[in-house]
């Protein structure tokens, strides 16, 4: 019996598309690595859509996807840093680079162990979003405009990597039913995102990461204010609960 099916495969284009990401990055062509960490995500969402058509959803397919999402947002945004941090000197770009990686894979072991989850949210930043934060932060046109832009930067990129380990809810699609003002702002987002992929390649000028900057910061700061009224129902209690499953493990054992 095949181990590897269509959507696997699919699946491993994540993964490939990441690396090569990474492979840019390394090269010195730091913002075409940004743009191909976005063209990860086509692949990301292709292997699920893939799996409900074909009707092959299984087990090994999901820890595959979830194992190609860790490598895709969490490691490989580390290479795009380290790089745009790397005429400050090996050690800064060092200790930058290992920001994402270390809040990704602290995120993953977090949430494989406990279980952190919220019905049609998801918990501290998703890892696509951090990814896309980072890339557009570093590929912005700010970083060409804005005076000692790196070293602003670098609490940005903490704070990024932090807020993987929040409990913060982030709107997610799975189990949800779009409400009217929702639907608008995903299709505005959509539109815009497309027109600023327009005017990158007629300008030659990262406005697409400058969009996608400014759609996570919509995201997570101006979403909250569209949700239904009972999104949140039984949250403050769940996060409480958590939190303090989680000090209680952390005590020492006897």
């Not at 994540?14 to 995500?41: P, T």
Request: charged share 15%; net charge positive; hydrophobic share 50%.
């Amino acid at each position: 019996m095949r181990l590897i099916h269509l959507k696997d495969i699919a699946t491993l284009g994540n993964i490939a598309i990441g690396f090569g990401s990474s492979v840019l990055a390394i090269e010195g062509h730091l913002v075409d690595a940004c743009y191909l960490m976005i063209a990860a995500f086509v692949f990301d969402m292709l292997d699920g859509k893939i799996a409900r058509l074909t009707k092959m959803s299984n087990q090994f397919g999901k820890e595959l996807d979830t194992i190609a999402d860790h490598v895709t947002y969490s490691v490989c945004p580390s290479f795009i840093v380290y790089a745009f941090y790397r005429e400050m000197g090996v050690m800064t770009a060092f200790a930058m680079g290992l920001v994402p990686v270390i809040f990704g894979c602290i995120r993953h072991a977090r949430n494989q162990v406990y279980d952190v989850s919220f019905p049609r949210f998801w918990l501290g930043t998703p890892r696509p979003v951090s990814a896309f934060y980072t890339v557009a932060v570093i590929g912005t046109q700010l970083s060409e405009i804005v005076p000692y832009y790196k070293i602003i930067a670098i609490p940005v990129l903490i704070w990024i990597g932090y807020n993987n380990l929040s409990f913060r809810p982030f709107l997610a699609h799975h189990g949800r039913k779009f409400n009217k003002p929702l639907k608008f702002f995903m299709t505005a987002a959509v539109i815009v995102l497309f027109a600023s992929g327009v005017a990158t390649a007629l300008t030659g000028k990262p406005w697409l990461l400058d969009c996608v900057l400014f759609e996570m910061l919509v995201y997570t700061f101006l979403a909250p204010l569209i949700y239904d009224p009972w999104d949140l129902e039984g949250y403050p209690e769940y996060v409480k609960k958590k939190k303090e499953e989680i000090a209680k493990d952390m005590q020492p054992h006897s």
